[in-house]
């Protein structure tokens, strides 16, 4: 009889040790995954905020570059401007218009469109470079950091893999448009479970 009982008891030990095994093992993954999804929450916090500061940025250093205040010494240059060239007011206005289009194809021939297209082509390109430069030092204070950040919260291949492709200035608004891969811990190559795709999109009224 005692033999039985021992029996028992030594599988009862068994079943809880067992059942303590397999909440503890829950538990962690549970944990895992919380702390998973606030890094990735953190993450995207992060980017939308120095992506928000970036585009601030450019759009006000679009005034700095765009304002032509006239005081008292700047108005006999001006005023020996308009004598000669006739009051141009609304071309100065015209002339801060950075939408693309009215830059490039204004008062071209047909045949000059093709290359307009091209230098569009490039104007855009260097919008998506100064825009994720100023997007790194806002986020770690340079490339180099950033990119170590970026990583170390899950963002596949860091700023290098982050696309600023939708980046635009148009004649009143600067857009900045950030496409990125976040993974989590728990990443299950395999299936491709715990990999998130996200897009933020930030936009600005340009200073005029």
Not at 142 to 149: F, G, I, P, S, V
């Amino acid at each position: 009889m005692k033999g039985l009982l021992s029996r028992i008891k030594e599988a009862q030990d068994g079943v809880m040790a067992l059942e303590a095994c397999i909440s503890l093992t829950l538990f962690l993954i549970v944990m895992l995954a919380l702390y998973s999804i606030l890094q990735m929450f953190t993450a995207q916090s992060m980017i939308a905020h120095a992506a928000q500061e970036a585009c601030q940025s450019i759009a006000l250093e679009n005034y700095n570059q765009t304002t032509f205040a006239t005081g008292t010494l700047q108005q006999v240059p001006s005023w020996l401007f308009t004598l000669i060239n006739g009051d141009r007011s609304s071309d100065y206005h015209e002339s801060a218009d950075f939408s693309l289009e009215t830059f490039l194809f204004k008062d071209m021939k047909e045949n000059d469109k093709q290359i307009a297209k091209l230098e569009t082509i490039k104007l855009q390109t260097q919008t998506e470079k100064n825009a994720r430069r100023r997007f790194a030092a806002y986020l770690a204070g340079n490339e180099k950091k950033a990119n170590e950040l970026l990583k170390n919260y899950g963002v596949v291949n860091g700023l290098d893999g982050i696309s600023f492709k939708g980046t635009e200035k148009s004649s009143t608004d600067m857009t900045i448009q950030i496409a990125y891969t976040i993974r989590l811990n728990f990443y299950i190559e395999m299936f491709h479970f715990g990999e998130f795709e996200s897009t933020q999109k930030v936009c600005c009224r340009l200073w005029k």
